[in-house]
């Protein structure tokens, strides 16, 4: 068995990369079946503190997910390690630091950027986007944290497919929500699973997976 490697990923601190890392192992491990892993290379631990109180709301064997923390180039060996008992591995990066998104990004499948419909934001996630090239590891936006109604958001959706930059078309609003859900270690498609929140996680876990297998 050799699982997908998801590396989260984005330079620019603020995008929302623990959420949707949680969201995209969550959502996995529901659709697939098969077992997940995260991998927490942040030094601020906060995917690690969601998995705590995950195991404090859920208890230590239903969490349904295996969770692993690693550093520098260690979590490149640890990534490929749970691949290999593992349907999907989603690895949770740290902002503002190539030397520790570096290895994670290489041993990467794909590389998914979250990156808020603003154009700072868009600007910034270039440097994110060019480790990737370098690394030679494809690269996926997903719009996060939209707000609604916004005529910005359509034009950054126009911005990004102009810059050439490979994107998801689903998108995830900018929802109270979801960090309701994250303070007690779930996801939306657990704590309000008929919310609008909880359909974008579906919509985009499927355009995902028909993306990377």
Do not use: C
């Amino acid at each position: 068995m050799s699982g997908r490697i998801l590396t989260v990923a984005q330079q620019k601190g603020g995008s929302g990369k623990t959420t949707l890392a949680a969201h995209l192992a969550v959502a996995l491990a529901g659709r697939s079946g098969e077992p997940v892993a995260i991998l927490d290379v942040d030094p601020q631990g906060s995917l690690g503190t969601w998995f705590e109180a995950r195991e404090e709301n859920l208890g230590e064997a239903g969490t349904g997910l295996e969770f692993r923390t690693a550093s520098g180039w260690g979590a490149r060996r640890e990534a490929r390690s749970l691949a290999r008992s593992h349907g999907y591995v989603v690895v949770d990066t740290a902002p503002k630091t190539d030397t520790d998104a570096k290895p994670a990004i290489d041993a990467a499948d794909f590389v998914i950027v979250p990156v808020q419909p603003t154009p700072v934001d868009l600007w910034a996630t270039s440097q994110t986007i060019d480790l990737a090239a370098r690394e030679s590891t494809p690269a996926l936006l997903v719009l996060n944290r939209v707000p609604p109604r916004a005529s910005l958001t359509g034009e950054m959706a126009d911005a990004i497919a102009a810059s050439g930059y490979d994107a998801l078309n689903s998108r995830l609003g900018n929802r109270t929500v979801f960090a309701s859900a994250m303070g007690k270690g779930l996801a939306v498609t657990e704590e309000a699973p008929s919310s609008k929140a909880s359909l974008e996680v579906a919509s985009l876990i499927d355009e995902l997976v028909n993306r990377v297998g």
